[in-house]
T-cell receptor, first 113, second 114 residues
Framework: NAGVMQNPRHLVRRRGQEARLRCSPMKGHSHVYWYRQLPEEGLKFMVY????????ESGMPKERFSAEFPKEGPSILRIQQVVRGDSAAYFC???????????FGPGTRLTVT | AQSVTQLGSHVSVSEGALVLLRCNYSSSVPPYLFWYVQYPNQGLQLLLK??????LVKGINGFEAEFKKSETSFHLTKPSAHMSDAAEYFC????????????FGQGTELSVKP
């Protein structure tokens, strides 16, 4: 059973471009979480999704950030018009149910130049 | 609102010595508590978790943690450090009623000296 997959592992974008980060949860997992880790900081919750539904987006910046988890395919975290402050490691986690352990992917390291 | 405080951003121990990483939490409801380890340029791996029941929790790689409600603490210990334990350690709290999202502490970097 493959673990949580994230791609790309490293992404470089110029200011103003769009970044798309992908997360494929573990097989059988229908709950997906996105977290952001800024340099020298802990992980901050961004958004929690189930298939086709956003359950909790209380940690998402109000502008430029969006997330989806379609019926088919990976979950996508989209950042429009990136700025230098968006440079961070973005981690995805999945779980089979609400109360279950979250399994983390290896992360996508976004660098905005 | 829930929060986690990890005392000490850097901890250094000698190989074979006791490891103690401190974590205090704040929660208005019974918490679920977790310790994760992160090796450089990798994702997080669960070491152990407390949900209900026994307050002394044993995890992988010889780590354990004790939930102390009166002290709102969940400190991580290992009797004898190994070089391979050098990593970043994160304490986290979850309120299952809020969808299981994890609130993380700032992290503690553990160094192990030979």
């Amino acid at each position: 059973n493959a673990g949580v997959m994230q791609n790309p592992r490293h992404l470089v974008r110029r200011r103003g471009q769009e970044a798309r980060l992908r997360c494929s949860p573990m097989k059988g997992h229908s709950h997906v979480y996105w977290y952001r880790q800024l340099p020298e900081e802990g992980l901050k919750f961004m958004v929690y999704l189930q298939k086709e539904n956003i359950i909790d987006e209380s940690g998402m910046p109000k502008e430029r950030f969006s997330a989806e988890f379609p019926k088919e395919g990976p979950s996508i975290l989209r950042i429009q018009q990136v700025v230098r402050g968006d440079s961070a490691a973005y981690f995805c986690a999945s779980s089979p149910g609400l109360q279950d352990e979250q399994y983390f992917g290896p992360g996508t390291r976004l660098t905005v130049t | 609102a829930q929060s986690v405080t990890q005392l000490g951003s850097h901890v250094s121990v000698s190989e074979g010595a006791l490891v103690l990483l401190r974590c205090n939490y704040s929660s208005s409801v019974p918490p679920y508590l977790f310790w994760y380890v992160q090796y450089p340029n990798q994702g997080l791996q669960l070491l152990l978790k407390y949900t209900t029941g026994a307050t002394l929790v044993k995890g992988i790689n010889g780590f354990e943690a004790e939930f102390k409600k009166s002290e709102t603490s969940f400190h991580l210990t290992k009797p004898s450090a190994h070089m391979s334990d050098a990593a970043e350690y994160f304490c986290a709290v979850s309120d299952g009623n809020q969808g299981g999202k994890l609130i993380f502490g700032q992290g503690t970097e553990l160094s192990v000296k030979p």
